[in-house]
């Protein structure tokens, strides 16, 4: 591991892509140790790795004197937990800390999450060094495990108990002095009574208690911060109450120090101040605790043990222990432990927790479960795929914690807003206390003091920092929940801002699965004598149509008869005898090449529908038996359920919906059609494809491509946003910014209803933040007593600004609920 930055002399040990003789080798080894302080210089061609001494240079320059020679080093990301974190100012600071790291190339903070995604050269950057980074910033830093979700859960949980505690103390200690200091104001008898010597010293006493004990979070992380000239929420708050409590122990103690008739007691909103914001932590972390609910969900699906067949005996053995090829036994009502191809037995499972698909899959021998699902009917034995974090679940879950730590474009703003904040606000509040002090009434002090605590109090960067990640990390979950992964949350917006959707159409808007969807036996021939025949002799053909016409015979439950003689023309079709029977099955040419007429009454005029299916999109083929034309067969893959409901939810919300496909222009323009979309890209190559996406792109804006094959992964990262069908291939998954994980088209509108959802919310969110202080933070330093109006107490100050996080985590909460209509 590499040594921390303050080391004099630190080993490197990078990867290097591009190698691929020795004269590389030397090229490297030669820029590295021109390098200052290099020694101990090897690049080994077999690993890719090259490794050295460096002194009185960082990693940043031997990255880029690697790039130089003409290679590169690969980027990777590592991912800190970053404790202590309370506003949008903080993730600001543990930016540009991590960001000064020598090799680092990007760091991102998450408020709501307290995560740090960085990321730098493979090799070039420890995590000693980061972590480092972030203890100098004053936060404090953790390595992140696998168990990340469950883990973050399980913080905000004690998060939530330790502050709920604090309250509790705080409300406890604080009731006395609001109960003293109101009953003066209420109880006109008792000013006497309670405004006396010994009444001040308990009020300071219990002020004392409060700021030491529950306040003393505040004033812990605020003052150091405000010490290294980086003040943060705490430091505003712990101004605010200390000034309030020191001027009224001076009161208390020392009232000559005073102007007279200025030695006022403002214990009351000391403590209130503390008591209510620790209320507004407390129910941001239950808050906070619900936004992750969703990805908590999906970790709870995996079942911590599982049943093994070893020596033909059940043994019961951890998740985590399950090996590769282990046969685990799921009996019905459980949830399958992993990954795996089923070996035995037959069941319907219920993938709807992680597809979004209600309707239970059947399973049977050979097929592929995903763990985490529901075992409904059959017990089954499954061969173990895929375990840890090779898991679909797995997957999902990074997928989803990926996207809920991004940070939109629409951030950058807050982003540079927030950075100068705190310091704009305690600015205010100096001018708030000076002009109050030399214009105000008498007694000046005390309505300088106590404006100039209202401004520090009232403002609130907590909301500018949680309005956009909350948002995001509950729309992603919610998405999850319905069967769609944001792969990164960038996505969210760019969906938001598309104008066009173009879809591929094998497997993705039809089935990817030739099926016979007709047959029609000429007179004298039944259905089920001719497709017996017509499926014998298509078993021994390997075309896609062969397949189809084959497993229409086996789900009718027909037997195949022996084949002799086979024969196959390109370009026409096959022949051969099926049981002594002479069998020819293809398409006109090739029974005009054999001398049968397809055309007359006698054959039911089978030409005029092979017509009409063709013009329907199906493939039309004939069947001869003994030289006559026996039947009428029609092949077609089959629209997905759903498509057309689809694509008119997508018409419906204003976007262009266009095909891309490479199948024959006839073909492709029939399922148009019948789906109703009127821009059709027919006949393209992969390359091709990208071409249309960006003719689209130029005659209607921002484009979405829905794609789910190998040929697909170009237009996918072309596009905009690329969606890929999560049932194609994982090439198409790797190229999408979206996957839905069903196949089904009704998630590609949940992903364009869920993301303009998160976006309004988002700006829902940033509208109240900005408007909340800029509205409240000149009412705080009295700009309406000016006009006759009231000034603002501290301590209604302090009530105002907990609700104000409080508000926007309340707002992200609502998208739980968000459907996708929007």
Known sequence: MTPSPASPSRRLDLPVTGLSCASCVGRVERALAALPGASEVAVNLATGRASL?????????????????????????????????????????????????????????????????????????????????????????????????????????????????????????SAPIVVIDMGGHLVPGLAGVVGGAGFAWVQAALATLVLAGPGRRFFGHGIPALARGRPDMNALVALGAGAAYLYSLVSVFAPDRLPPGTAHLYFEAAVLIVTLILLGRTLEARAKGRTGAAIARLVGLAPATARVIRNGAEVSVAQAELRLGDVVRVRPGERVAADGTVVAGTTYVDESMVTGEAVPVSKGTGATVIGGTLNTTGSIDLAVGAVGAETALARIVAMVEAAQGAKLPIQGLVDRITAWFVPAVMAASALTFLAWLVLGPSPALGFALVNAIAVLIIACPCAMGLATPTSIMVGTGRAAERGVLFRNGAALQALRDVRTVALDKTGTLTEGRPRLTDLHPAPGFSADEVLVLAAALESRSEHPIARAIVAAAEARGLGLGAVTGFEAVPGFGIAGRVGGRAVAVGAARHMARLGIATGDLATGDLATRAASLDAEGRSPLYVAVDGRLAALLAVADPIKPGAVEAVAALKARGLTVAMVTGDARGTAESVARSLGIGTVFAEVLPGGKVEAVRDLRARHGAVAFVGDGINDAPALAEAEVGIAIGTGTDIAVESADVVLMSGALEGLVTALGLSRAVMRNIRQNLFWAFAYNVALIPVAAGALHAFGGPLLSPVLAAGAMALSSVFVLANALRLRWAGGES
């Open 53 to 173: 001494h460096l002194a009185g240079a960082d990693a940043d320059a031997a990255v880029a004197a690697i790039v130089r020679a003409g290679y590169a080093v690969p980027e990777a990301t590592t991912v800190v937990e970053v404790g202590g974190l309370s506003c949008a100012s903080c993730v600001g600071r543990a930016e540009r800390a991590l960001a000064s790291v020598p090799g680092v190339t990007a760091a991102s903070v998450n408020l709501a999450t307290g995560r740090a995604t960085v990321r730098h050269a493979e090799g070039a950057v420890a995590f000693e060094n980061l972590a480092e980074a972030v203890r100098r910033a004053g936060y404090e830093p953790a390595p992140v495990s696998g168990g990340a979700a469950p883990e973050r859960g399980e913080r905000w949980a004690a998060e939530s108990v330790t502050v709920r505690r604090d309250l509790v103390a705080a409300s406890v200690l």
